[in-house]
């Protein structure tokens, strides 16, 4: 059975860090891409970072370059999205996908999805 698991989600001042991890299990770890998408209340999924496990290779959306880092830890077939410099706009559900081969960016490549974790950012 497939499985990703999103934690580190909470809340945080303006201006602090959060980490979240994306443990997953299930399917060949090394073959995917794993993608992290928000999504705040009254507004669409937007897709922000994304790491394909093969070969690090990486995407940020302009809304998170340079603030958040995304990682992989390969041993443990978890992801990792360091956040930092957070912005009341970053508040939003956090969700990791799975996506097969190459960093995509549309949700609708994504194959599987974790059922997220809240990240509330307070001014």
């Known amino acids: 059975e497939v499985q990703l698991v999103e934690s580190g989600g909470g809340l945080v001042q303006a201006g602090g860090s959060l980490r979240l991890a994306c443990t997953t299990s299930?399917?060949?770890?090394?073959?995917?891409?794993i993608g992290w998408f928000r999504q705040a209340p009254g507004k669409e999924r937007e897709g922000i970072s994304c790491?394909?496990?093969?070969?690090?290779?990486?995407y940020y959306a302009d809304s998170v370059r340079g603030r958040f880092t995304i990682s992989s830890d390969n041993a443990k077939n978890t992801v990792y999205l360091q956040m930092s410099s957070l912005k009341p706009e970053d508040t939003a559900v956090y969700h990791c996908?799975?996506?097969?081969?190459?960093?995509?960016?549309?949700?609708?490549?994504?194959?599987?999805w974790g059922r997220g974790t809240q990240v509330t950012v307070s001014s």
């Open positions: 996908a799975a996506a097969w081969g190459i960093v995509r960016v549309s949700p609708w490549e994504y194959d599987y």
């Open positions: 299930g399917f060949t770890f090394d073959d995917y891409a």
């Open positions: 790491i394909a496990v093969s070969d690090g290779t990486t």
